[in-house]
């Protein structure tokens, strides 16, 4: 079941992006199972940072993620597999992986910068 976004005409979004955010608008269980990459801070294989899901994780941690596991770890991004759909992706900064379309969406392609 899909809720409705509450989206307004603004100075930051035109109506291709609001109705592509529309398309992309999911429940939240759905939501939760979603991998979001929003920072990076990469030194070598063995002392790196990640953000996903608006959690930290390092080396030490990394066992903690739930539904996934990691595959590497680069300077330009993340590999991982999906423990719901058996699948391997990989992640650059600000995109985010939907394990249930299969697809990865990346605000870069809708022109959204950070």
Same mark, same amino acid.
């Given at each position: 079941?899909?809720?409705? +976004? ?11 992006? $609001?109705?592509?955010?529309? @398309? ?6 759905? /939501?939760?199972?979603?991998?979001? !990459? &929003?920072?990076? $801070? ?6 790196? /940072?990640?953000? !996903? ?5 390092? *080396? @030490? ?12 770890? &680069? /300077? &330009?991004? +993340? ?8 699948? &391997?992706? /990989? ?7 939907? *394990? !249930?379309? @299969?697809? $990865?969406?990346? *605000?870069?392609? $809708?022109?959204?910068?950070?």
């Amino acid at each position: 079941m899909k809720k409705k +976004a509450c989206l307004f005409l603004s100075l930051f979004f035109s109506e291709n992006e $609001i109705a592509l955010i529309k @398309e992309n608008f999911v429940d939240s269980k759905a /939501s939760s199972q979603n991998l979001s !990459l &929003t920072s990076l $801070i990469y030194y070598d294989d063995n002392h790196w /940072s990640l953000w !996903l899901n608006k959690k930290l994780f390092h *080396p @030490e941690n990394i066992h903690e993620l739930e539904d996934y596991e990691l595959k590497k770890v &680069t /300077s &330009t991004g +993340a590999h991982f597999f999906c423990r719901l759909n058996q699948k &391997t992706f /990989s992640l650059r900064l600000h995109q985010v992986y939907m *394990p !249930l379309e @299969e697809k $990865i969406f990346d *605000p870069h392609e $809708i022109g959204v910068s950070f």
